[in-house]
Every structure is written in C-alpha cells, then in structure tokens.
C-alpha cells in the first residue's frame, strides 16, 4: 500500500528558523574544530560571524574540543 504524506506528517520534519540556524552553526563550529579557518567555515556555509556566533555558547557546552570565534 502507497501512503502519501500528510501535512501532520510532513510537520515532523519540519524546524523552526531558529533551529535550523543553530544546525547549521554547530556544524560551522566542527569545521573549525577539525581545523577550517572560521573565514573558510563562513564562507563555504555562506553564513555571517553575527548569525552564528548567539549559537557558540551552547556550542562549546556539548563539545568535547572548544571553539574560539572572533
């Protein structure tokens, strides 16, 4: 049997832009910790130090190696 997704279905998989932002943060930040400069981390995520850096806080909370962002 096909079932097709629903909307309470698709609402699952679904993140508020604020969590999507801190996603794509904590992932800027392990680039950086396996060695990336934070200009290479921004630009091949194409985000701004100012949208990621509210998220390093709580980054370096859960991580076993510290971030230092400028």
Known sequence: MKEELTTAMHSEFTVT????????AFALFKMISLGYTQAEALEQMELSADQVRPHLAAYNKSATKQVVFE
């Open 17 to 24: 832009e604020v969590t999507e932002m801190k996603h794509k």
